[in-house]
């Protein structure tokens, strides 16, 4: 999956994950050469593996929907929540809400898709190149022109173009050059997880379901993600300062933390480990601009949110998605301006701001099983959003109603305007394997 350099195609593309295959896949229909460079070889490791529903439309752009259908991906039709009491929700059926094909969706394997992503994108004519580092984005004055590139065998050029897309996910190239991050103030979570083989799996319309389990002392959550090697990915989330500081190794926390959840525990119990032990001390974060002249930031380059509801694929596809259509439109006009490839900012930043208030209210003590017994009406607005139902606004007529269950000494949930301390960027960690068992 290697092409020979072209170093003057219309738009390039730093890094082929999901974000970089799709914005990439959409230009090259438009009919435009497109070069994407990589800095890893395929198949490599990625967290991240429940698609929710939303993610079908743009797959259908991309034209992945048949090779979705015919992968051996585990089909997920619904989530369920555990409450840290151990009583389950009834599960939030995605058919039941909306009773189309795109209910269903998949828990994949990311190495597995990501390079189906990748291997789309080629088939549709993008220029593809592994093992290939971009060093630097070119700039004449404020306008971006291209980049600096490092092959696999220490070789370096320049390739110019008028688009710069920088996709290159947590290493956020350009964000980190303006300096344009901006944490959260809520969301500073980790996470330790690890696979297991053998542990238990629900059956019928319920074998692929993602749990979303509280912990008995309510510090945190874990996620249950059935895959199709009989694996399931089972991981736990809880604030930075509870999970790292004071604590033993990743090892030993994530046992501690399996210990004192009942319904992990049983689940896990019959199965074995099967891989070592990843972490990772990503806080979440995203940039104050979408775009600049030439160029335009997309997936974990522009933000990162939380792992709770599985949002993440979903973003990175339809901030590619969103922005290839964005430059499409500025090649038909003749117009790179940050006005023009950043149109679809302000919408999607009102996405992803619906899908964070969810993720708030859960940290916050909101419950599924509880508003849904207050307004069984709304249930269908609720699931809406956990499908990744984000840019409408007519979700929002679930908040008032939230909000009035709110105790009386609960705050309003802090805006993402604040900066958070320094410490959260010097805390900041990539994703870490202890070498426990085999690696995945």
């Not at 291997?119 to 291209?146: S, Y």
């Not at 006009?333 to 208030?357: I, P």
Request: aromatic share 12%; charged share 25%.
């Amino acid at each position: 999956m290697q092409s020979s350099l072209n170093q003057n195609p219309d738009v390039v593309v730093i890094g082929g994950g999901p974000a970089g295959s799709t914005a990439s896949t959409l230009i090259a229909q438009h009919g435009y050469r497109v070069t994407l460079f990589e800095r890893e070889r395929f198949p490599r490791f990625h967290i991240g593996e429940s698609l929710i529903p939303e993610t079908y439309w743009v797959l259908k752009r991309l034209k992945m929907l048949d090779k979705m259908k015919a992968s051996p991906f585990v089909k997920k039709f619904s989530v369920q929540f555990v409450s840290a009491s151990g009583k389950l929700s009834a599960p939030f059926y995605f058919w039941d809400n909306k009773p189309h094909e795109c209910s269903q969706t998949w828990q994949v394997i990311r190495s597995e898709f990501d390079l189906m992503m990748l291997k789309n994108a080629e088939e549709q004519g993008v220029e593809v190149h592994q093992a290939t580092r971009v060093l630097d984005v070119l700039f004449e004055g404020d306008r971006a022109i291209g980049v600096r590139i490092q092959k696999e065998d220490g070789a370096k050029a320049e390739v110019r173009a008028k688009v710069v897309v920088d996709a290159s996910g947590q290493s956020t190239m350009l964000q980190n050059r303006f300096k344009l991050r901006l944490w959260d103030p809520v969301l500073n979570k980790g996470a330790i997880w690890t696979y297991w083989q053998g542990a238990q799996r629900d059956a019928g319309r319920d074998e692929g379901a993602t749990l979303v389990v509280q912990t008995v002392n309510k510090q945190g959550w874990f996620w249950y993600i059935p895959q199709h090697d009989d694996t399931i990915s089972v991981g736990v989330v809880a604030p930075f300062d509870y999970l790292f500081k004071g604590r033993g190794s990743h090892a030993q926390t994530y046992k501690e933390e399996i210990e004192a959840c009942p319904e992990i525990k049983k689940r896990v119990s019959i199965g074995r480990r099967s891989t070592g032990y990843f972490a990772t001390k990503d806080y979440s974060y995203r940039s104050t601009k979408v775009a600049g002249d030439g160029w335009v930031l997309i997936g974990d380059a522009f933000g990162f949110l939380d792992p709770l509801y599985s949002s993440g694929v979903l973003l990175a596809l339809k901030s590619g998605e969103l922005a290839a259509d964005a430059i499409s439109e500025g090649f038909a006009k003749n117009d790179f301006s940050a006005a023009q490839l950043g149109k679809w900012g302000e919408m999607f930043n009102r996405g992803v701001d619906r899908m964070r208030r969810l993720v708030c209210e859960y940290y916050d003590g909101f419950s599924f099983g509880n508003f849904v017994r207050n307004f069984p009406q709304l249930k269908g607005l609720v699931t809406d959003l956990l499908i990744g139902d984000l840019f409408d606004e007519r979700v929002d007529a679930v908040w008032k109603p939230m909000e009035s269950l709110y105790p009386t000494d609960k705050k309003t949930i802090p805006e993402w305007t604040a900066t958070a301390p320094a410490e959260v960027a010097a805390n900041k960690v990539n994703e870490l394997v202890i070498p426990e068992g085999p690696t995945r």
